[in-house]
């Protein structure tokens, strides 16, 4: 993991790096304690490394990874709130940054979806109107993705159809 560091010191857009960081993480696994742990230190070297540069690509998708990892649940990465404060972060520097924006919106579609699982509409509510937020804050700095933030929405929009059948049903 030292050289893999070492790369991404070099050069933090180094996207073969961040693979191969996911790589060794994947057959370290072993090593920590918990799932949490890896979280934790992950996403605090993550965090580090896009305050350095908020539009790489590469340390975003590097995070989404961490919420692929064995023993992850399907809506874990809306359970963690550093990876609010991460997107947060870089959008009080960058306002536009593209890959915050992205992943802001996702963390607000795993946050609403684990509430539809759990049975907590108001949350899951309010939960999809701020990913419809940030979604519309995307398609402006990112026109080209059009059709991307489209379909984005379209996902949170189903999920609070699904919210507004279940609670119907509930009455």
Known sequence: MQYVEQLIRQDVRNNS???QRMFVLLHTLCNYASL??????????VAEQIALSPDNESAWNYLWG???LPGCGKHDMG???????IC??????????????????????????????????????TA??????VLEAAAVAD?????????RRQQLQQLRERLSAGTAAAQ
């Open 17 to 19: 790096a961040w693979n």
């Open 36 to 45: 949490q742990e890896v979280h934790e230190q992950e996403l605090a070297y």
């Open 66 to 68: 961490l919420y692929t």
């Open 79 to 85: 359970k963690q709130q550093k990876v609010y404060v």
């Open 88 to 125: 947060k972060e870089a959008l009080a520097d960058s306002p536009s940054c593209k890959p915050a924006l992205d992943t802001l919106a996702q963390y607000y579609y795993h946050l609403a979806a684990a509430a539809v699982e759990q049975r907590a509409p108001e949350h899951a509510g």
């Open 128 to 133: 999809a109107a701020h990913g419809l937020k």
């Open 143 to 151: 026109p080209m993705k059009v059709n991307y933030w489209r379909y």
